[in-house]
């Protein structure tokens, strides 16, 4: 496999938040580099947060173990994989490679496929709407008309998925907090309601209080200032303040030793900051609420010293962050509670938007009531004319039973509804007697 360098630099178009792979420098002599032809274990990294996560990391490591398209990857730019250049070299991947991937772009296409379905029917069964588009958007990074073999098509569109999905990530999480955050605030004013006038007062008083006390912690240095990184220097690594060294700095977090800080890395430099507002024994404090702090702060450091947008820190961008002004910033960061993250507005649409999915679900109700009645009517319906069958083919059976045991020439009698007529009675012909005229 190859240096986390290698990954980094394919991961800005591949898997940008792809960030702690396993692997081997990429200076490797290539007189000695032999890949492996029968053994192809499935790799090991981590998780994307990406639905298609997993098939994204096993195409992008299996290429990877192809000679000529690592050293495609090595060389070209960001243009060129954009462009889909890279993806043209898939063409020339070993054959048993090429095998794999076919094999993997299989399990993805089933595995799709139940996951769309698993959706498509909760969602019917709970009385929603079925977004089919939405459904049909999670086939992007692949192409789902070819389902048997992976082609270039197939790892341009994994590329141009990646790049984006993987652009909008922090995005889509933030928006999925303030999501969180309306509701709890939009249920906490339910409970409310369903109080009584002494006990709404007190559950007021004490969610002040709680909010307060939250509010009541130590200064929160800005993210990736001198005095934060001093203070992990200090606390963390057990080094004199007086002595702080960034170079020294970044090599000490930088775990893997592949030359970068990846996002990983850097939110392990914001835990002590986290711990001065959180802590998950206290009632008053929301642990979503310090995962989206640590985002927002590795969001601001990279956005400071990610001069290349590559989602990595290297040890250049890393040392010129440490000779601008805003390293040694003195103010304090401002943590969620000082910023409202939602209008009165916003609560006000997002409870219309739940009446009308509940007015929606109560006329499915309506509507699914009306049609069990109808079926309940139809059935008695269908029972009443089987009872009926049931009776005139028990009636006929009776029939012909008395038939067959009424003595001869005489005429069973009728049965009410016997369908069989009676048998013709014998004729009688007049026959001449002699001696008589």
């Not at 094999?103 to 019917?124: G, Q, V, Y």
């Not at 459904?135 to 692949?142: A, E, G, P, V």
């Not at 206290?282 to 310090?290: F, Q, R, T, V």
Request: hydrophobic fraction near 30%; charge should be negative; glycine fraction near 4%.
């Amino acid at each position: 496999m190859l240096k986390r360098r290698a990954v980094a630099r394919c991961g800005l178009v591949l898997l940008s938040l792809w960030l702690c792979i396993q692997s081997v420098p990429i200076n490797v002599d290539k007189a000695k580099e032999t890949p492996k032809q029968d053994q192809l274990d499935p790799p090991q990294s981590a998780d994307t947060g990406l639905h298609y996560d997993r098939y994204l990391r096993e195409v992008v490591e299996y290429l990877e173990k192809d000679p000529h398209f690592k050293e495609k990857l090595k060389n070209a730019d960001m243009d060129d994989i954009k462009g889909g250049k890279l993806a043209g070299e898939l063409d020339f991947v070993q054959h048993n490679l090429r095998t794999k991937l076919d094999e993997l772009k299989r399990d993805e296409m089933n595995r799709l496929r139940m996951l769309i379905k698993a959706k498509h029917d909760i969602k019917d069964g709970n009385g929603h709407m079925v977004d089919h588009q939405a459904l049909l958007k999670q086939f992007q990074h692949l192409n789902h008309g070819n389902p048997d073999t992976f082609e270039v098509e197939d790892l341009d569109r994994l590329i141009k998925s990646a790049t984006h999905d993987l652009e909008n990530y922090d995005k889509d999480h933030h928006d999925n907090f303030k999501k969180y955050e309306v509701r709890k605030e939009h249920e906490r004013r339910e409970r409310l309601k369903s109080m009584s006038e002494a006990d709404r007062i007190r559950e007021e008083q004490h969610y002040e209080e709680m909010r307060k006390k939250h509010a009541d912690h130590p200064k929160v240095n800005h993210p990736g200032s001198e005095d934060q990184l001093k203070e992990v220097w200090h606390e963390k690594d057990g080094m004199d303040p007086a002595d702080f060294n960034p170079k020294t700095f970044f090599k000490l977090h930088d775990t893997n030793g592949d030359e970068f800080l990846d996002e990983n890395e850097l939110e392990a430099l914001f835990t002590s900051e986290l711990e001065k507002v959180y802590n998950p024994g206290n009632e008053e404090d929301d642990m979503m609420e310090m995962e989206e702090e640590r985002l927002r702060m590795r969001e601001h450091v990279m956005n400071e010293v990610d001069t290349n947008k590559d989602r990595l820190v290297s040890m250049s961008e890393f040392m010129a962050a440490t000779q601008k002004e805003e390293f040694h910033e003195k103010s304090e960061w401002e943590t969620l509670e000082q910023k409202p993250l939602y209008t009165e507005e916003e609560l006000r649409q997002f409870e219309e938007h739940l009446a009308n999915e509940a007015n929606q679900i109560n006329s499915k109700s309506v509507e699914l009531e009306k049609q069990r009645q109808e079926l309940e009517r139809r059935q008695e319906e269908l029972n009443a004319k089987k009872l009926g069958l049931k009776q005139a083919m028990e009636e006929m059976e009776k029939a012909k039973v008395q038939d067959l045991h009424a003595p001869e020439g005489q005429q069973a009698p009728a049965v009410p509804g016997n369908i069989h007529p009676p048998p013709p009675a014998p004729q009688q012909h007049d026959v001449p007697v002699p001696g008589h005229s």
